[in-house]
């Protein structure tokens, strides 16, 4: 909270450095603007990104680790009676040194005797500490917002060149968030095949991508039942490719005609009024076309088939339809193919539009019609973006879990049947990290080679459409 203040203080301050800088800029040029290098507020927001920025970066930085400089502190200096206790009992006794102190809800540990005494002692310590760091922090954020205020102050003049200095802020912070998005993307990667190789150190490589069983239980005991899983991945990247296709096949002709006529066919009145509706589904949360599918969708298609199986003939067709249950890939699949449509309606809409008008015109003045027009014409032009609209929106069914969760299952079967409980990549890894779990069993690991498979497959998928792309990329002037 007392970081939040000081940031707003902070912003405060800057605003008032923006207003002595751009006054001083004007008086500079005796009130003609004309003879200043740049205009008044370049000079009003070069003061103002000296006394703020430096300031804030600070009181950032003391935020995100000022709390990991005072533990390593705190438990420097470690009494003989603390020492004696286990490494776990260690951390506790810290933890709650540290609650008490900041007024939290300590563990249920019961301290008595040279115990309560140094837990006092630590407590007092931490008190200290957490003292010096906040106000020793805000003395030093203050200090570098005045520091900064006073040294931008005086180099502003008519001939300062404000506006460059300015832009060289902004290129240095849009290069620190371009490492960052890089830094990040590569942390991932990095993350991810560290921990897959600690797991493909425990299970076969092979016997993990090409196994037909998906059975991740590793046993407690070495006499239990099952002491070993089965770690084969292919009836899970089975049930996600198989619930996309559905799903793409809902998504892909109901969006693209959708954006179609939106685009070309339909009156602004009812363009006004038929794409903001489409684009409500965006907003929709998973977790309640979850529901859709779990308590009407499902119900509805598993109504269906049984009804279909009683009007069958007798036979192993008619058996299998009405024994078919409300959790199957068709519902998942369907129902993630209706929250998909937006996705491609919108992307693909604003890509016909973007279609210069002269091709249309071009193709009405040779005698085609509307609808060769869109076909021959319009389509071909927009290739590019509607490709990149359908990957989009594979690459939302790919990742989607909750839908699948509640509507098709968690059984990995090697199936191609639509109206079989299946499961996802994405499911298996939420199952296998929830809860409480050990960093050093097989089970745990294999989400981690999920993931890096997960990665490597979209990847490949991604480079597949760019070269699709690239091919059949038209160059209109």
């Known amino acids: 909270m007392l970081t939040w203040l000081s940031l707003i203080v902070l912003a405060l301050f800057s605003g008032a450095a923006f ?24 000079y009003g927001a070069y003061a103002a990104l000296w006394a703020g920025v430096p300031a804030a970066l600070l009181l950032l ?6 709390g990991r400089v005072e533990d390593a502190m705190l438990q420097a200096n470690r009494p003989a009676v603390v020492q004696a206790l286990e490494p776990d009992r260690q951390t506790v006794f810290f933890s709650d ?18 115990l309560k005494t140094a837990l006092d002692a630590k407590v007092a310590e931490a008190r200290r500490l957490q003292t010096l760091r906040t106000f020793g922090m805000l003395a030093a954020a203050g200090v570098l917002a005045l520091a900064g205020f006073l040294v931008a102050i005086p180099r502003i003049n008519a001939e300062f060149r404000a506006r460059n200095r300015v832009e060289g802020w902004i290129g240095v912070l849009l290069i620190a968030c371009s490492v960052a998005a890089v830094l990040t993307t590569l942390g991932i990667v990095l993350s991810l095949v560290w921990e897959s190789w600690r797991f493909f150190h425990s299970v076969n490589p092979l016997a993990f991508l090409f196994g037909t069983e998906w059975s991740p239980q590793i046993a407690m005991r070495a006499d239990q039942v099952a002491s070993s899983g089965a770690f084969g991945a292919v009836p899970l990247f089975a049930g996600t490719f198989l619930i996309m296709f559905i799903a793409m096949l809902v ?72 024994e078919v ?25 604003d890509i016909i539009n973007a279609v210069p008008q002269s091709l249309r015109d071009g193709s009405y003045a040779m005698g085609a019609t509307k609808s060769e027009t869109v076909k021959k014409v319009v389509l071909p032009a927009a290739l590019p973006g509607i490709m990149a609209a359908m990957l989009l929106a594979v690459s939302r069914a790919v990742g989607e879990t909750m839908i699948v969760t509640m ?9 191609a049947n639509p109206l079989d409980t299946v499961t996802t990549v994405t499911v298996q890894i939420v199952t296998l990290l929830t809860g409480d779990q050990e960093f050093d069993s097989p089970k745990t690991l294999s989400a981690f080679g999920l993931g890096l498979t997960l990665f490597v497959v979209t990847l490949t998928l991604n480079i597949i459409a760019l070269r699709i792309v690239q091919k059949y990329r038209e160059q209109y002037d």
């Open 407 to 415: 509507a098709a299952g968690l059984q990995a079967k090697l199936t």
């Open 325 to 349: 249950q409300n959790q199957m890939a068709l519902v998942a699949g369907v129902v993630m193919g209706i929250m998909l449509i937006p996705f491609v309606s919108s992307l693909s809409d």
């Open 97 to 114: 040194a540290q609650a008490i102190a900041a007024k939290a809800s300590p563990s249920e540990v019961v301290y008595e005797g040279e």
């Open 19 to 42: 207003l002595a800088g751009r006054r001083r800029a004007v008086a500079a040029a005796e009130g003609r603007a004309r003879v200043l290098h740049s205009l008044p507020d370049y």
């Open 251 to 322: 998504a892909a002709p109901v969006g693209l005609y959708s954006a179609i006529y939106l685009s070309e066919y339909a009156s602004r009145p009812v363009r006004g009024l038929v794409k903001p509706l489409l684009e409500i589904l965006a907003g929709v949360p998973t977790v309640v076309y979850g529901f859709f599918a779990a308590l009407t969708v499902g119900p509805l298609f598993r109504a269906g088939f049984n009804a279909l199986g009683a009007a069958l003939p007798p036979g192993p067709v008619a058996t299998y339809l009405m």
């Open 61 to 66: 930085l003391g935020a995100m680790f000022g």
